[in-house]
């Protein structure tokens, strides 16, 4: 089995920064995409950035030029450099992993959610 465990979250001003770390634990093969999604109170959960294993990454059009996300292949842990944060980035941010354990099929790992609140 795959474990992700998110860190990082909390309150925070508008125009303020968070970093968001994720590790994934257990015995792993191998992990290819990693990820975060967020989710905010009466909304749908959306992909907020993703990082393939090669360092490709992709981003939401709103957090692009703010947010950056990085993955340490090594420790198995992505994750989400948050500046200049807004109120409406304020939601509970999910962490993601295809992942490939070593007893298991390679699927997808979702981590426990870790709440992020910008004050205005």
């Known amino acids: 089995q795959v474990q992700l465990v998110e860190s990082g979250g909390g309150l925070v001003q508008a125009g303020g920064s968070l970093r968001l770390s994720c590790a994934a634990s257990?015995?792993?093969?191998?992990?290819?995409?990693m990820g975060w999604y967020r989710q905010a109170p009466g909304k749908q959960r959306e992909l907020v950035a993703t990082i393939t294993s090669a360092g490709n990454t992709n981003y939401l059009d709103s957090v692009k030029d703010r947010f950056t996300i990085s993955r340490d292949n090594a420790k198995n842990t992505v994750y989400l450099q948050m500046n200049s944060l807004k109120p409406e980035d304020t939601a509970v941010y999910y962490c993601?992993?295809?992942?490939?354990?070593?007893?298991?099929?390679?699927?997808?790992?979702w981590g426990q959610g870790t709440q992020v609140t910008v004050s205005s």
């Open positions: 257990g015995i792993i093969l191998s992990i290819s995409a």
């Open positions: 993601n992993a295809d992942a490939l354990p070593l007893v298991g099929r390679r699927g997808e790992y």
